[in-house]
């Protein structure tokens, strides 16, 4: 079972209108949720300065897929190499419904924050890219008391943050927790029961916990890109099935040839990289 190809998610993820559909359905869903306690709070006199809504970017509010089917076309691995080229790049296009729904969150009165797994070194860009698309994205510095944009590895009181640490930082400077988490990616909404380290049934048991969450504070949008998701395919024996070894991830570039010749490369929209 050879998978670095990703063919099938890419043109899935690209060329499906329930893709576009499902990316609308997630927003309108989003909406309704602010609209309610924008309204139940009106109505009970309640403050809405601590309401804000957390989003990540990549595949929830930013579509990449240009970037990973070069990385097919091409041969090549995810590397954070070629991951930050196409990130200074600023390539990135707005995912369905995406610039409409943050714009809504600031029409509403609430805030809207951008946590991300990009690296620090890629904020200017990221914001770049954000602003060139649209999305209301006031405060981008690096200042985590007053920033809308939060990236891995920035300070955090002195120390290099993640999501985790990030979620724990931005309750405590709001006061209260987020209305909304918005996330392609289980680890969006809870960075610890929902890492790739995590094993793929227990994730889906934590899933089957939070079932109440769904829908309610956490939305989730569809990506089938990544792939963490095929460590469930597992052999007879119970070893993995998706059991390729990556190319050691620090060389520079790695690239195999590609798995499968495919004819239906020429309808994917692709990077044609740095
Ligand atoms: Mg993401």
Redesign the pocket.
């Known amino acids: 079972m050879l998978y670095h190809n990703d063919l099938d998610a890419i043109v899935y993820f690209q060329g499906a209108a329930e893709v576009a559909a499902l990316y609308y359905q997630a927003f309108a869903l989003a909406q309704m949720r602010l609209v309610a306690e924008v309204a139940r709070r009106h109505q009970a006199g309640e403050s809405e300065n601590t309401l804000y809504v957390v989003s990540?970017?990549?595949?929830?509010l930013l579509d990449n897929s240009d970037y990973n089917a070069w990385l097919m076309e091409t041969g090549r691995d995810y590397h954070d190499t070629t991951w930050n080229q196409w990130c200074q790049a600023r390539r990135a296009r707005a995912t369905p419904g995406a610039v409409e729904f943050c714009q809504f969150v600031i029409e509403h009165g609430a805030s809207m924050i951008y946590v991300s797994?990009r690296y620090e070194v890629d904020r200017q860009a990221t914001a770049d890219n954000l602003r060139a698309l649209g999305f209301p994205l006031e405060r981008a510095g690096a200042d985590a008391s007053d920033t809308q944009l939060f990236l891995t590895n920035m300070l955090l009181n002195g120390e290099k943050s993640k999501k985790m640490q990030q979620f724990a930082y931005l309750l405590q400077r709001f006061g209260a927790p987020p209305l909304l988490q918005l996330?392609?990616?289980l680890s969006?909404h809870e960075a610890e029961r929902y890492s790739y380290k995590v094993e793929a049934s227990q994730r889906k048991a934590s899933a089957e916990r939070d079932a109440r969450r769904w829908g309610e504070d956490w939305i989730v949008f569809p990506?089938p890109i990544y792939g963490a998701w095929r460590s469930s395919l597992k052999r007879a024996d119970g070893t993995p099935a998706s059991d390729e070894q990556p190319p050691a991830p620090y060389q520079p570039d790695p690239v195999r040839p590609p798995l499968q010749e495919a004819p239906k490369l020429s309808l994917l929209s692709k990077w044609t990289g740095p």
Not at 56 to 60: L, M, S
């Open positions: 990540d970017c990549d595949e929830t797994s996330g392609d990616n969006d990506n």
